[in-house]
């Protein structure tokens, strides 16, 4: 972390010192319980708590400093030790923007200067961070998001983990409304953006999908001249964003050559291997040759984040054959990103329930079918939310899709998500094929009474519905009657 005094918290921030000027945290943290000594622990408000309440267990732990909206005082009516400032989440975003201008800065002289690379998209952000800095991280000091840290808090959190010998700092961005992304572009100023789709993730909050494009372009709109933006061109939405930005284009694509023409960046001859991970030819700018590449990420959708990483490390300087390299051995690095867990009684588990939309719930419902060959398949699925006046035809559109794929069972969890059960009745899925469960417990209890050894099942839904924990429950081993039953690490499963 690049160590800034209490009185240089307060002038980058224009907030009121209560401190000695001199208090030199050593790390950031917004949950008094992950405080340390040394800490500076931000207080900023939330939808059930206030984090001004917990200032002095923050103490407690070692805090040396708060970040507060206003003075709070301990049992003796003392103050702690605080920079006062209007908004702290904005304050951290001022402090993590003069952060990376510190680390640019000292490392100007150096010949390997600090490279940003900002990663947004309705889907697969995560997993192609995740590959990118699996990557960059044999090439050089790399710093990238702890899980899906993409908002105006947790890309502050990712940036203060950065520090003087930080080579390659990579950045998720999420959004909820035009002008989020761009936020968080000025902030940290990325040399390479990556745009890999417009979806209908959030279409409800954004106010339909254009929204959503108009938002994803902000990221290349933010980059500078000598930048590089790498676009999905399988996507229109965002191949059209080419014209939004002033830095050098980058475009990958899966789909065969048209024209006699191939993006810069290609999968060629994509298959998807007996474990369902793709394998293809990657050709990066430069190279005559192909680079085999043989994933070990479960989806054929998992294509273009491969290429998203490929392209956005070639634009970082890596060489073809290290990329190629690192992607096929890399598995996935965070978790229910199509987990795959094998019980020991045959029962195969895909924990696909991180999150939802229509795009990806489409394209785990396809791997689902495409590994199922030869055994019983079951979607266990729950809600997907924010999608707005989309919501009740988006949920029918997947019920009839698990009908079409031919899955042999479906399980619908939560009256969220009521309208998936009934058209996959309407479609044709009748008797004990299609049941609707009022919560994950009644599921549960439906599941761990009818899988069969050879069985396939995938959990998806959005991540509040919490079919996670379901999916962890269910890859523990069968519990021998009149045992309780294993619970998930995050709690319940009750919907």
Request: one cysteine or more; a negative charge.
């Amino acid at each position: 972390m690049i160590a800034f005094t209490a009185a240089e918290i307060a002038d980058i921030t224009k907030g009121r010192l209560a401190a000695e000027p001199g208090i030199t945290p050593g790390s950031v943290v917004t949950d008094s319980r992950e405080a340390t000594p040394g800490s500076l622990y931000v207080a900023k408000p939330g939808e059930s708590a206030d984090g001004h309440d917990f200032v002095a267990e923050a103490f407690e732990r070692g805090a040396v400093l708060a970040l507060v909206e206003h003075d709070v005082t301990d049992s003796a009516g003392r103050t702690y030790p605080a920079v006062v400032v209007q908004d702290s989440v904005l304050a951290m975003g001022a402090l993590a923007a003069e952060a990376v201008r510190r680390i640019r800065a000292s490392r100007a002289a150096t010949g390997e200067p600090l490279t940003v690379i900002g990663i947004t998209g309705s889907a697969g952000k995560t997993t192609t961070k995740d590959l990118l800095a699996g990557i960059l991280g044999a090439e050089g000091a790399t710093i990238a998001p702890q899980g899906s840290y993409n908002g105006e808090v947790g890309v502050p959190l990712t940036v203060f983990k950065a520090g003087p010998d930080t080579r390659y700092l990579v950045i998720e961005m999420g959004a909820t409304g035009v002008g989020h992304i761009r936020y968080l572009a000025e902030m940290v100023r990325p040399d390479i953006g990556v745009v890999l789709g417009v979806g209908t993730a959030h279409a409800g909050e954004f106010g339909g999908v254009e929204n959503i494009a108009l938002a994803k372009g902000e990221l290349v709109e933010a980059l500078p001249a000598g930048g590089t933006a790498v676009l999905n061109l399988d996507d229109a939405r965002v191949a059209a964003m080419a014209s939004r930005t002033s830095a050098t284009v980058l475009g990958f694509s899966a789909q065969p050559a048209k024209d006699g023409k191939q993006a810069a960046v290609q999968a060629v001859g994509v298959e998807l291997n007996a474990a369902g991970s793709p394998e293809f030819e990657l050709f990066l700018p430069g190279g005559s040759a192909g680079q085999h590449v043989s994933a070990r990420l479960i989806g054929a959708h998992h294509t273009a984040n491969l290429l998203a990483a490929a392209a956005a490390a070639h634009a970082a300087g890596v060489p073809a054959p290290r990329i190629a390299a690192s992607l096929s051995a890399q598995t996935a690095a965070s978790r229910w990103r199509m987990e795959r867990t094998e019980r020991a009684d045959g029962v195969t588990v895909i924990n696909d329930a991180y999150n939802a939309n229509p795009e990806s719930m489409r394209a785990a419902l396809r791997t689902l079918a495409d590994l199922g060959q030869g055994r019983r398949t079951w979607a266990v699925l729950g809600a997907m939310l924010e999608l707005g006046p989309d919501s009740i035809r988006e949920h029918m559109a997947v019920g009839t899709q698990v009908v079409r794929l031919n899955i042999s069972r479906l399980v619908v969890v939560g009256r969220e998500a009521r309208s998936l059960y009934v058209s996959a009745v309407n479609e044709g899925s009748w008797g004990n094929e299609c049941v609707f469960a009022e919560t994950a417990e009644e599921a549960y209890e439906l599941l761990q009474t009818e899988l069969e050894p050879g069985d396939l099942v995938l959990f998806k839904s959005s991540n509040s519905i919490g079919l996670r924990h379901l999916g962890d429950r269910i890859a523990l081993p069968p519990q021998a009657p009149g045992t309780a039953a294993g619970t998930a690490t995050e709690g319940s499963a009750l919907l």
